[in-house]
Structure formats: structure tokens, C-alpha cells
């Protein structure tokens, strides 16, 4: 009854994004294009080079090349509708839209988290149990992992979505963000949030803490496992790719913590805009440099693909 309420009496929002900065609306339009453009072509190149590249099917590039088709799906997402909002005066999206949005949004969010966690069990088990790795990594549990990331994330989402717009709004359409976004549109209700507040909260720390707790263990493993090594190869080539992935961790989930591990209504509206910024267009188009520049894999396969060296 509610959540047809409030569509009925609201049929658009206007997404207020960085209007208050007219100024920069030009300048932050050429600057996300940029970036947006990097993360298509980065991404793609990951996924395509994964998937032709006979060397590359393995575990760690099985997950990399879905970590990539999550970041473009993640940006696409969000940015092209703020694109659309910094060219012109059009700053509107349907009930319809919106809601469409927030669910995508919320689902590959939660689904990266989980495969993050997911990334970091191969990296422990290739480094920690070399001998075994094949059999716990087996091609079908691998493909078994990836999708139950997937499943959580849309599976979460439709709940955490629809508590979210039971909220009533009371004929409330002004959206103080450039997406959709749970602590944007819980500030529009004109009735008591604590509940839904207590409810982010707890998913939030259910889907950021304990992942990042699960991957800081797995790293604490393998650590160890590193200072007992005594090839200078081996330690090297550790480095590389978890290094690589502890860095992508890090630019994932710090500015995610600080968005969604306090209560919306504490959380200062421009600020939230500015970190938004960061985990939506920023860190999408730094993870395919950050396990590219200096991974040997990857650049042998991208000069075996275009036939050209590489500058080392």
C-alpha cells in the first residue's frame, strides 16, 4: 500500500547533485567522462584479454575479469545519469528510474564485497596451500563462487530496496545527491528513520565488516606465509598480485565505510556527494591499472594479443 502510494504521488525526483557548485558542473562533466571512459576501456580490456588469452584462464584472472564486468556494470549504473544531469538543465528521474537505480546500485555493491572476499580465499590458497590449490580451486567451484556473489548482491538488494521505499515522502522529490542512493532518499521522509537507519547499519557491517574482516585474515595468512619464504622470486611475485588486490580492498571499502557505518542523518550531504564520487567513478577506473602496470601475466598477454612490447 505504501510503496504504491508513494509512486503514484511521485513521479519523478530531481537529483540536485552538484548544482550548489554551478561552477564546476562543466569542469566535474569532462573530468567523470574522462574517468568513465578509462573504466569502459580498462575493464573491457581485462575481460576480453582474460577471456582470449589461454595463459590467463585461471582462478585469480577468472575472478578478476568478473570484478571487471562488476565495475562497468557498477559505473553504468550511476554515471551516465549524472553525465546527462552536468550537460543540462534536466536534472530529473522517474519514480521507476530511481528505484531501478538504487537496486542495481545496492546489489553490485554488496556482490563486489563478496567477491572480494572471494579473490582474497585464492590468493590465500595459492600462496598457503600451493599443493592443494588445484582441487580447491577447481574450475566449477570457482564459477560456483562468482555466482553466488552475484546472487547474494541482487538477492540483499531487493530487500534493503524495497524497506527503502515503503518510507513515505510525503510529496518530498528533491534528492540532495547526483544517484539514488539509500541516505539521500531516507533524508525525504517525513516520518522517523531510525528503524531503516538501524537496518543500514547492520547490513552495512554484516556486508563491509565482516568481509573485510574475512579478507584481512586471509592477508594476516598469507603474511606469514611470505616472511617464511626464502625465494626472492616467489616473494616478489606474492607482492605483485596481492599487493594489487590489497590496494583495490582499500580504495573499495574505506570510502564505503565512511558513507554507509553512520546514520544517514549525521552524515553531511556534500561530503557524502564527494566520497560518492570516489567509489563510483574514481576506484572503477584505478583497478585495471593497479593489476596491470606491473603485472608480467597481463602484459605478456596484452603483447601476445596486440603483438607490440610493452615499455617496462
Given at each position: 500500500?505504501?510503496?504504491?502510494k508513494n509512486a503514484s504521488s511521485?513521479?519523478?525526483?530531481?537529483?540536485?547533485?552538484?548544482?550548489?557548485?554551478?561552477?564546476?558542473?562543466?569542469?566535474?562533466?569532462?573530468?567523470?567522462?574522462?574517468?568513465?571512459?578509462?573504466?569502459?576501456?580498462?575493464?573491457?580490456?581485462?575481460?576480453?584479454?582474460?577471456?582470449?588469452?589461454?595463459?590467463?584462464?585461471?582462478?585469480?584472472?577468472?575472478?578478476?575479469?568478473?570484478?571487471?564486468?562488476?565495475?562497468?556494470?557498477?559505473?553504468?549504473?550511476?554515471?551516465?545519469?549524472?553525465?546527462?544531469?552536468?550537460?543540462?538543465?534536466?536534472?530529473?528521474?522517474?519514480?521507476?528510474?530511481?528505484?531501478?537505480?538504487?537496486?542495481?546500485?545496492?546489489?553490485?555493491?554488496?556482490?563486489?564485497?563478496?567477491?572480494?572476499?572471494?579473490?582474497?580465499?585464492?590468493?590465500?590458497?595459492?600462496v598457503c596451500r600451493p599443493l592443494?590449490?588445484?582441487?580447491?580451486?577447481?574450475?566449477?567451484?570457482?564459477?560456483?563462487?562468482?555466482?553466488?556473489?552475484?546472487?547474494?548482491?541482487?538477492?540483499?538488494?531487493?530487500?534493503?530496496?524495497?524497506?527503502?521505499?515503503?518510507?513515505?515522502?510525503?510529496?518530498?522529490?528533491?534528492?540532495?545527491?547526483?544517484?539514488?542512493?539509500?541516505?539521500?532518499?531516507?533524508?525525504?521522509?517525513?516520518?522517523?528513520?531510525?528503524?531503516?537507519?538501524?537496518?543500514?547499519?547492520?547490513?552495512?557491517?554484516?556486508?563491509?565488516?565482516?568481509?573485510?574482516?574475512?579478507?584481512?585474515?586471509?592477508?594476516?595468512?598469507?603474511?606469514?606465509?611470505?616472511?617464511?619464504?626464502?625465494?626472492?622470486?616467489?616473494?616478489?611475485?606474492?607482492?605483485?598480485?596481492?599487493?594489487?588486490?590489497?590496494?583495490?580492498?582499500?580504495?573499495?571499502?574505506?570510502?564505503?565505510?565512511?558513507?554507509?557505518?553512520?546514520?544517514?542523518?549525521?552524515?553531511?550531504?556534500?561530503?557524502?556527494?564527494?566520497?560518492?564520487?570516489?567509489?563510483?567513478?574514481?576506484?572503477?577506473?584505478?583497478?585495471?591499472?593497479?593489476?596491470?602496470?606491473?603485472?608480467?601475466?597481463?602484459?605478456?598477454?596484452?603483447?601476445?594479443?596486440?603483438?607490440?612490447?610493452?615499455?617496462?
Amino acid at each position: 500500500m505504501m510503496i504504491k502510494k508513494n509512486a503514484s504521488s511521485e513521479d519523478f525526483f530531481i537529483l540536485l547533485g552538484f548544482s550548489n557548485w554551478p561552477q564546476l558542473e562543466v569542469v566535474l562533466f569532462v573530468v567523470i567522462l574522462i574517468f568513465y571512459l578509462m573504466t569502459l576501456t580498462g575493464n573491457l580490456f581485462i575481460i576480453i584479454l582474460s577471456y582470449v588469452d589461454s595463459h590467463l584462464h585461471t582462478p585469480m584472472y577468472f575472478f578478476l575479469s568478473n570484478l571487471s564486468f562488476l565495475d562497468l556494470c557498477y559505473t553504468t549504473s550511476s554515471i551516465p545519469q549524472l553525465l546527462v544531469n552536468l550537460w543540462g538543465p534536466e536534472k530529473t528521474i522517474s519514480y521507476a528510474g530511481c528505484m531501478v537505480q538504487l537496486y542495481f546500485v545496492l546489489a553490485l555493491g554488496i556482490a563486489e564485497c563478496v567477491l572480494l572476499v572471494v579473490m582474497s580465499y585464492d590468493r590465500y590458497a595459492a600462496v598457503c596451500r600451493p599443493l592443494h590449490y588445484t582441487v580447491l580451486m577447481h574450475p566449477r567451484f570457482c564459477h560456483l563462487l562468482a555466482a553466488a556473489s552475484w546472487v547474494i548482491g541482487f538477492t540483499i538488494s531487493a530487500l534493503h530496496s524495497s524497506f527503502t521505499f515503503w518510507v513515505p515522502l510525503c510529496g518530498h522529490r528533491l534528492v540532495d545527491h547526483f544517484f539514488c542512493e539509500v541516505p539521500a532518499l531516507l533524508r525525504l521522509s517525513c516520518v522517523d528513520t531510525h528503524a531503516n537507519e538501524l537496518t543500514l547499519m547492520v547490513m552495512s557491517s554484516i556486508f563491509v565488516l565482516i568481509p573485510l574482516t574475512l579478507i584481512l585474515t586471509s592477508y594476516g595468512a598469507i603474511a606469514r606465509a611470505v616472511l617464511s619464504m626464502q625465494s626472492t622470486t616467489g616473494l616478489q611475485k606474492v607482492f605483485r598480485t596481492c599487493g594489487a588486490h590489497l590496494m583495490v580492498v582499500s580504495l573499495f571499502f574505506i570510502p564505503v565505510m565512511c558513507m554507509y557505518l553512520q546514520p544517514p542523518s549525521e552524515n553531511s550531504p556534500d561530503q557524502g556527494k564527494f566520497i560518492a564520487l570516489f567509489y563510483t567513478v574514481v576506484t572503477p577506473s584505478l583497478n585495471p591499472l593497479i593489476y596491470t602496470l606491473r603485472n608480467k601475466d597481463v602484459k605478456g598477454a596484452a603483447k601476445r594479443l596486440l603483438g607490440w612490447e610493452w615499455g617496462m
